[in-house]
Structure formats: structure tokens, C-alpha cells
């Protein structure tokens, strides 16, 4: 250390050696000696002024360059942030565009959901009520019994044996629902985009769809199977149902019940499929109904509700009192004296009087051209025009008229035509049992 700065003090000594300025003037020589030490100090201050002049020098000159250097700097960073503004704007624009179409999608789902949801209810609401009104005759017709007052003999009905006209498995119908469902989600995809959200919620409705069809499906079995066995019924006590119930037209089905008929053409496929169904179910249920109302009018029981005896039935026989082979127009019971006698279905009183051979005899018009009769009374308690319902008592069993002893006379008649009240009887036990 000590010998460095040794020798820089050689090398500065050696640079910087005494030296003498020599300057004459008026003929006088003067001398000014000059040390190391001042030409150090000299040449220091020298340094400094020149270091200083070069920095003001090369400040002046590259000011500007500077200044636009920065200038371009900030112009960057703005550029970049506006950028990224403009590409986290876009996104947001995007995503709540992606919203609205999920939005709309899901509103136009919903929508056709709500509306297949309030048709189906409507026809099961309907159905149910039909369903009810059958009970409540089922629950009537039982409390007379089968021509010989027979009760159902267990509390289950047991179906009567229908054939029912090609059946469609329902393994069969589900699959074929489950394909109009994925239809349907291949449908509302092509729609509109097909985000996440979009298919979870096209896959929920399609399960809906498909359970609505099936629901559709099994409607319509269900009320074409009771429509055929009514209808069955019917035909077996000789009613031509044809006349009593005008098969449902598709076109009024659904003004009918009080919704919009809907255009099977709008909207897509599985759309058009679900209404075609739902047409098809509507009419089912509407035939249904038209043959409950139909039957609530047709003389299904038996005009004593007490313990009975079948005497006599309908058909060619001798006469009890002359001995004559002769049509019997009706069929007989005989019971106790001044049992009640009730209405068969309800109706109008059309005759209450007496009439040649019937004695005290009471007619009852059910409308739809049927009439029942009541004869050899004892007793007539109604009065013509006056309203009755299924069993009213409208007399008491006697024996006046053309009669051997206590028993009712009982007739159905059907545009004046006399049918065999039996086959009616055994119909009504069947709606009971069935
Ligand atoms: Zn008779």
C-alpha cells in the first residue's frame, strides 16, 4: 500500500515538477515559481470546469432525444392498457351475450315446458273428474246389487275381459320417447350455442319431455281401455252406442277443454310430436267423458235395492193368467209387500197413473230415447215432471193392475223398442265390478 502510493507520488512529482514562468516587461525579468502542490491544485480545478462544461454540453444536446424517447415509452404503455381494456371489455361483451342466449334458451324451454305441463294437467284434471263421477256411479249401481241383488263379493273390482285392440308395449313407447327427447336436445343445440349450461340444461329437459310422454302415453292407453270396456258394456245390454256418443273431433279437443288448440306445425319435431300425442290423449279422455256422460243416463240397476226374487224374465212365456204363449215386454221381482221401488237411472218422470193391465204404473224418459216402467204399484209417490236420481223411491211394490201377486213389473224401453232389462242389470254390475 505505502509503496503504491510511493510511486504515484514519483509519477506526480515527475508530471507536475517546480517549474518557473519567465516574463519580461520594461526590460525587467520577472520569474513566478510555481510547486507541485498549485500545479496539482490547478490542474484539479482545470478537470472540473472542463468535466462540467462537457455534462451542460451533452445535456443541451440530447435533451430532446430524451424527451421523445419518454414520450414514446408512455405512448406504449397507454396503447397496451387500452388494449387490454378493449380485449377485457370484449370478454365481458361475450360472456353476457353467452348470458343472454342461455337466458333466452333457457325463457324458450321453460316456456314449452309450462305449456305441455299445463295441457297434460288440464287432461288429468278432466280425466280424474270422469274417474270420480265413474266411482260415484260404480258406488250407486253397487248398493242394488246384480239382478238377484248379488253384492260384489270383495272389496277389489275385477276387471272384465277386454280385448284390447293391439296393444303397444310400453317398453316400446318409452324407448320411442326417450328418442324424440334426445331429439329434442339435438335440436335446441343446433339452436343456439352449445355452452355447458346449455346442455345440462337441454339433458334436464329432455328427461322431462320424456316423462311427459309418457305420462301422454299411458293417458291415453288408460282412457281408451276404459272408453272400450264402457262401450263394451254398453253394447252387451244391446245400446247402440254409436248413437249415444259421437266420436271426439281432434280440431275441437282442445277448445273444448278451454286451452289453445296447438298447431302441430309450429315449433320443432319433437314438438310436433308431443301435440300429436297430446291430440291423440285429448280425444281419447274426450270420448271417454262423452260415454260417462252418456251412461249416467242409461238404466243400469235394478228397481229394487231390497232382498228379491227374479220371477220372471224377458221374452216369449206362457201367460200366469190365461195360459197363452206371449211376449213378456219386462221382467219380474217379487218382494215383500210395499218394498220401495227406486229409479234405475236418473231422469224425468214422464207418466205416473195408471194404464190398462199395469195398474198403478210409473214411467220414468232418461233421455237419449230411453224410458223405464214401473208397474202393478201399490203406491205411486212421484209426481209427472218431476226430476229423480238413480234409486229416488218412486213407489211402493204391490200387486194392482193384471197381477197374481206382490211384484214389480220392470221394463227398458229404448226409442219405444222394449229390450231385456237383465242384460242392463248385468252391464251395471260390471261397472260396479270392474
Ligand atoms: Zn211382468
Known amino acids: 500500500m505505502s509503496r503504491r502510493s510511493g510511486k504515484m507520488r514519483r509519477v506526480l512529482s515527475r508530471i507536475f515538477k517546480e517549474r518557473q514562468i519567465y516574463h519580461r516587461s520594461d526590460g525587467v525579468v520577472h520569474f513566478i515559481s510555481m510547486s507541485s502542490k498549485t500545479q496539482i491544485a490547478l490542474a484539479v480545478i482545470v ?37 387490454r381494456l378493449h380485449d377485457a371489455q370484449r370478454a365481458y361483451d361475450d360472456v353476457s351475450e353467452l348470458n343472454q342466449i342461455i337466458k333466452q334458451n333457457f325463457d324458450e324451454t321453460l316456456t314449452d315446458i309450462s305449456a305441455r305441463h299445463q295441457m297434460l294437467t288440464n287432461m288429468v284434471e278432466r280425466k280424474a273428474s270422469i274417474d270420480a263421477g265413474l266411482d260415484a256411479l260404480a258406488k250407486g249401481l253397487s248398493e242394488a246389487g246384480g239382478p238377484n241383488g248379488q253384492r260384489p263379493t270383495n272389496g277389489n273390482r275385477v276387471m272384465i275381459d277386454v280385448a284390447p285392440g293391439e296393444p303397444t308395449p310400453r ?40 316423462e311427459q310422454m309418457l305420462l301422454l302415453a299411458s293417458l291415453e292407453e288408460k282412457a281408451t281401455t276404459q272408453r272400450e270396456q264402457l262401450t263394451l258394456l254398453l253394447e252387451s245390454a244391446g245400446v247402440p252406442t254409436e248413437t249415444l256418443v259421437t266420436p271426439a273431433k281432434i280440431s275441437n279437443t282442445m277448445l273444448a277443454q278451454g286451452g289453445p288448440f296447438i298447431d302441430i306445425a309450429a315449433g320443432g319435431e319433437a314438438a310436433a310430436e308431443f301435440y300429436a300425442h297430446a291430440n291423440r290423449a285429448a280425444a281419447a279422455v274426450d270420448e271417454l267423458a262423452a260415454i260417462h256422460k252418456a251412461l249416467q243416463n242409461v238404466p243400469l240397476s235394478s228397481p229394487l235395492t231390497v232382498g228379491r226374487r227374479f220371477t220372471s224374465g224377458f221374452g216369449i212365456r206362457r201367460d200366469p193368467i190365461n195360459g197363452k204363449y206371449s211376449r213378456h215386454n219386462g221382467i219380474d221381482f217379487a218382494a215383500p209387500w210395499a218394498s220401495p221401488v227406486t229409479a234405475t237411472a236418473d231422469g224425468v218422470v214422464h207418466f205416473a197413473g195408471t194404464r190398462s193391465g199395469f195398474g198403478r204404473v210409473v214411467e220414468i224418459n232418461h233421455g237419449n230415447g230411453f224410458i223405464t216402467r214401473y208397474a202393478h204399484m201399490n203406491r205411486i209417490s212421484v209426481k209427472k215432471g218431476q226430476k229423480v236420481s238413480l234409486h229416488d223411491k218412486v213407489g211402493e211394490l204391490g200387486s194392482s193392475g ?33
Open 47 to 83: 478537470g472540473a470546469a472542463l468535466l462540467w462544461v462537457a455534462y451542460a454540453s451533452v445535456n443541451v444536446v440530447f435533451k430532446e432525444q430524451i424527451i421523445v424517447a419518454k414520450d414514446r415509452d408512455s405512448r406504449i404503455m397507454e396503447t397496451t392498457y387500452s388494449k
Open 171 to 210: 317398453q316400446s313407447r318409452m324407448s320411442a320417447a326417450r328418442k324424440l327427447g334426445a331429439k329434442q336436445v339435438r335440436e335446441s343445440e343446433a339452436k343456439g350455442g352449445a355452452s355447458e349450461a346449455i346442455k345440462a340444461m337441454n339433458k334436464a329437459a329432455a328427461d322431462l319431455y320424456t
Open 402 to 434: 193384471r197381477s197374481t201377486g206382490p211384484h214389480v213389473h220392470y221394463e227398458v224401453l229404448y226409442k219405444g223398442k222394449p229390450l231385456n232389462p237383465r242384460r242392463f242389470i248385468e252391464a251395471g254390475r260390471y261397472v260396479f265390478e270392474s
